[in-house]
């Protein structure tokens, strides 16, 4: 865990190139390793099996010596049992010593012919007696042995080869020969390691009772003999050649210490047990060495086994496996080379690009554009990254403008101001000056300009109760309404749920002014000014207004009061960010200030504002553009602010602001 925890450590603090590198590299790697262990595994399995092929081959023609001596003893006892010369020899009794002795070299004449001649062709040593049936009338001519004279007897050049049973009869060897009656017996003599001996009951197939038994013929054959027949099937020099016999005894090999070595359950050699019968090859290990084992079953009972080392196989492969281990590295090479090449031209644009980002501190460096390189995905990148920074220059320019707007508006606003106490003051003693001399139109006159002097010398950014700023706008059109006479009227047309709702300072007045500069002073008759304000669903901002549905007041004196509502009032309405229902549009406020003069070109005035226009061919618009951008920089929302309309020939400007204040 705590070195799979470096690893892991050590590759997060790797840049993108060198995890592409370490990935692509660790990919190819772990796929060429792979590759060339299968390839490996499969080539060693290839040439497994044709070494075995080969192997089987070879042992098949070994197969084919050892039986060849088994077929030759069982066709020299067969002609030898059917020559009627020997059989009228056997059943018949000599009458001198000289036909005994006559007949006795006949019969060793016979058995040369048909067992030497056809033995010697296929064995060098070996030697071979007869045991005359203890029926036949000439058995107690015969000299009397037993089985140890075949292992003293030099070669086949002569002698006789016919005896009486009448000692070997005894034997083991003999009793289990007869009891085979004509099958092949395979035994050893006690104390003689070094011949196999093969007896077999001889009859007469010419006659068909039970006395055809003519006797018992011995052979004993050399093992090495037997090695003969297989030396050549050994296919490497350290492959060793087991011959087997019926009870799992090595009886040879080109090993010598091999011979005598018993297959045993349990056992190093015990897998080949499995494989006694049918033949097969299998893996196991003797005395520290790997072997590949391949079983050949014999005719006997007798297996041969070639025991082939695993180094060797290994070892003719040698040539292959330093192919593949410089193919492979070639290939991790090749590769390695190639994925910093790619990684490279990957992570190179990335890596200029996170450079640059890095080299952003403050506005100062954000005016950057890179090239792109190309048209894939990093290029996509490279093109977003360029969109963003122009993106957040124009939100800082944009910033700048909007803070040095509501500067010189703050400013503007400040400069109408007179805020001096002793302007106010001495106002005060001209209004008392007045009310003593029964002056009324100068007394109401200084006092609402005293009032709007007091309501300026708060400051300009501060945002007052809707009721605060239509008192301020009644004093502003009392002074008005005596500088012109009279010539206009206003009514007040005001929600009286709204009578709290709170409004930047200083946005109705300029509207008032506007429209009796440019509406009731340019009308011929009685001006008409209206003043309303009204909750609205948001779509209906921009519909033409309802018809006054409220008591219209004609004059400030006669302006019915009605009790203002509670700020827990204006909190029970529903907002505009949380509408009561799923279905209620979100609601808005409306402040709309008509008047039924000549009006004017509503497209101008509006573009005007929008900053699309740089200004206004009948006035500065000072007034009108200082209430937009105040409510746009205080609100921060383009839907609110200040938009003119003219409908059924009432000139109307409208100020747009949010029920309830969410910043």
Do not use: C
């Amino acid at each position: 865990m705590r070195l799979r925890s470096r690893m892991l450590g050590w590759l997060d603090r790797r840049g993108i190139r060198g995890k592409i590198a370490v990935l692509f590299i660790g990919v190819i790697t772990l796929s060429a390793l792979l590759s060339s262990g299968i390839l490996y595994m499969v080539f060693t399995g290839i040439m497994r099996e044709q070494l075995l092929e080969d192997q089987q081959n070879i042992m098949l023609q070994s197969r084919n010596n050892i039986q060849t001596v088994e077929t030759s003893i069982d066709q020299a006892t067969y002609y030898f049992s059917t020559d009627k010369t020997i059989a009228d020899i056997l059943n018949e009794s000599a009458t001198d010593e000289i036909e005994r002795y006559r007949n006795l070299n006949i019969m060793n004449q016979q058995f040369i012919k048909y067992l030497d001649v056809p033995l010697s062709s296929v064995v060098n040593s070996y030697s071979a007696l007869f045991f005359v049936s203890g029926r036949s009338p000439v058995v107690n001519t015969l000299p009397v042995t037993g089985l140890q004279l075949l292992s003293s007897l030099p070669d086949m050049g002569g002698g006789n080869r016919f005896f009486s049973p009448e000692l070997a009869k005894t034997e083991a060897w003999y009793k289990r020969t007869v009891e085979l009656q004509g099958t092949l017996n395979i035994f050893y003599a006690a104390g003689d390691q070094e011949h196999v001996y093969v007896a077999k009951q001889v009859r007469n197939p010419l006659v068909m009772n039970s006395n055809n038994e003519m006797g018992v013929v011995v052979i004993a054959i050399d093992k090495n003999e037997f090695g003969r027949q297989i030396e050549s099937s050994q296919l490497t020099t350290g492959t060793r050649m087991l011959l087997v016999d019926q009870t799992n005894r090595v009886l040879y090999s080109n090993d010598r210490s091999w011979p005598g070595v018993q297959i045993t359950e349990g056992g190093q050699l015990a897998p080949l047990l499995e494989y006694t019968d049918v033949g097969g090859s299998t893996d196991l290990r003797y005395n520290g060495i790997r072997y590949i084992a391949d079983l050949y079953p014999l005719k006997w009972g007798w297996n041969l086994v070639a025991l082939i080392p695993y180094s060797e196989v290994t070892e003719k492969l040698s040539v292959i496996r330093y192919m593949i281990v410089g193919i492979t590295a070639l290939v991790i090479i090749v590769s390695a080379i190639l994925t910093l090449l790619v990684s490279n031209s990957i992570a190179r644009p990335i890596i200029r690009l996170a450079r640059v980002m890095k080299g952003i501190k403050d506005e100062s460096t954000i005016d950057v554009f890179i090239e792109p390189p190309e048209t894939n995905e990093v290029g996509v990148l490279y093109r977003q990254f360029n969109n963003l920074m122009q993106r957040i220059n124009d939100l800082v320019d944009d910033v700048m403008r909007s803070g040095e707007r509501e500067k010189q508006a703050e400013l503007k606003a400040l400069q109408a101001q007179i805020n001096p106490h002793f302007i106010y003051n001495t106002l005060d003693s001209v209004n008392w000056m007045a009310l003593t001399r029964g002056e009324d139109d100068i007394a109401t006159m200084v006092s609402s300009l005293a009032a709007i002097l007091r309501y300026s010398i708060r400051e300009p950014g501060e945002q007052v109760p809707l009721e605060q700023e239509i008192a301020h706008v009644r004093n502003y059109v009392s002074i008005q309404q005596m500088r012109y006479g009279n010539n206009f009227d206003i009514t007040y047309d005001i929600d009286p749920r709204l009578h709290l709702y709170r409004v930047p300072k200083f946005i109705i007045q300029p509207l008032i002014e506007n429209a009796i500069q440019h509406g009731t002073e340019r009308q011929a008759g009685q001006g008409q000014i209206t003043l309303r304000a009204r909750i609205v669903p948001e779509e209906e901002q921009e519909e033409t207004q309802e018809q006054t549905k409220d008591q219209e007041l004609t004059s400030p004196a006669a302006t019915m009061f009605v009790p203002p509502v509670t700020d827990m009032d204006i909190a029970a309405l529903p907002t505009l960010a949380t509408p009561s229902t799923a279905n209620e549009a979100p609601l808005v406020v409306l402040l709309i200030v008509e008047d039924n003069g000549p009006g004017g070109n509503i497209s101008q005035l509006n573009d005007y504002l929008n900053e699309q226009q740089d200004s206004l061919p009948s006035s500065d618009g000072i007034g009108i553009s200082n209430v937009h951008q105040r409510i746009r920089l205080h609100y921060a929302d383009a839907r609110y602010g200040l938009h003119f309309e003219y409908v059924d020939e009432v000139m109307k400007a409208v100020i747009t602001l949010p029920l309830k204040d969410r910043r």
